[in-house]
Nanobody, 120 residues
Framework: QVQLVESGGRLVQAGGSLRLSCVAS?????MAWFRQAPGKEHEFVAS????????MYTDSVKDRFTISRDNAKKTMYLQMNSLKPEDTAVYSC????????????????WGQGTQVTVSS
């Protein structure tokens, strides 16, 4: 079992920055951020592998968001810059034993989420 707790979400103006954190009880997993806007499906945002830190991003956040992890602190981060109103969503972190894919069903463990609201 892996427990995941997100933090860092808040209201921010368009063009601003936020850093989300996900504290994990165990870090030997592939990890990812997903988001869900009101009335929409969960959307993959970014993922990172446990060892070499290979990363993957959805196209809409490339060059704006950066995923990273600090295994010693048992924490994964999502640095979000140049935020847009369309980034408004509940952001959740997830962990997988086997893959850092973009598929939601590949992740066994999920946090409760943190709300990010970007005003125009």
């Amino acid at each position: 079992q892996v427990q995941l707790v997100e933090s860092g979400g808040r209201l921010v103006q368009a063009g601003g920055s936020l850093r989300l954190s996900c504290v994990a009880s165990h870090m030997a997993y592939h990890m990812a951020w997903f988001r869900q806007a009101p009335g929409k499906e969960h959307e993959f945002v970014a993922s990172i592998s446990p060892g070499p830190g290979n990363t993957m991003y959805t196209d809409s956040v490339k060059d704006r968001f950066t995923i990273s992890r600090d295994n010693a602190k048992k924490t994964m981060y999502l640095q979000m810059n140049s935020l847009k109103p369309e980034d408004t969503a509940v952001y959740s972190c997830a962990a997988s034993r086997s893959t850092y894919s973009s598929r939601r069903n590949d992740y066994e463990y999920w946090g409760q989420g943190t709300q990010v609201t970007v005003s125009s």
